[in-house]
């Protein structure tokens, strides 16, 4: 997506998934030293997270123009699995953030960070942080991290378009992490003239 379209979506379909609400809630809740964190720096996750629920277009509907008798819908889906590059718990976190807030698993590099931040997790939120690696779809980056490890940065990307198949994006987070480039377009038509105008008709088991 080239553009935020905020202003085209009905307003039910912004609501924050509920994983993401409960990580919030959980954040807010959880201590200060809990795997390292300090308040300040629990307190701007918070509040990142919080930014993440009120822009995410998880779930969007936005209608197309289409000629008569069809009916055109984009429609917006999570990718299915990021990878986490993250080296610190909080930088994990903001990751998860923006996994959760897209309805995406994260899969991360750092094994025994991840199992660290997998027991303080909440048990119906681990799901999203599995164990085993997983094949990805698209890479996260911490902006600061990156800063520090230019040249990590640079051999990363270097393997990722020497690898086979399709290609894989890397998105770095400048402030907040680009959550429309962590989801898929899917443009949907309907024949709505086969059907009388109702496509509820569509939902009907044919037997």
């Known amino acids: 997506m080239r553009w935020h379209p905020e202003q085209q979506l009905i307003p039910w379909q912004l609501r924050a998934p509920w994983q993401l609400r409960h990580f919030i809630a959980w954040l807010r809740e959880v201590p200060d030293d809990t795997l390292g964190l300090t308040a300040q720096r629990r307190s701007d996750l918070v509040a990142q997270a919080e930014r993440y629920a009120d822009t995410t277009i998880l779930g969007a509907r936005i209608p197309l123009t289409g000629y008569v008798g069809e009916s055109n819908?984009?429609?917006?889906?999570?990718?299915?699995?990021?990878?986490?590059?993250?080296?610190?718990?909080?930088?994990?976190l903001a990751q998860l953030a923006a996994a959760l807030a897209t309805g995406n698993t994260l899969s991360a590099d750092q094994s025994e960070l991840a199992a660290a931040l997998r027991a303080a997790l909440p048990a119906v939120l681990r799901a999203a942080l599995p164990e085993q690696p997983l094949r990805h779809e698209v890479v996260l980056v911490d902006a600061s991290e990156a800063r520090l490890h230019p040249q990590?940065?640079?051999q990363l990307c270097q393997q990722l378009a020497a690898a086979d198949g399709a290609i894989v994006q890397v998105v770095v987070a400048n402030e907040d992490y680009a959550l429309e480039r962590l989801m898929v377009e899917q443009s949907v038509s309907t024949n709505t003239a086969a059907v009388g105008g109702d496509t509820r008709l569509l939902a009907l088991d044919g037997t």
């Open 152 to 154: 990590w940065l640079r």
């Open 73 to 92: 819908e984009l429609r917006l889906r999570p990718r299915g699995v990021l990878r986490a590059t993250a080296r610190s718990a909080a930088a994990l």
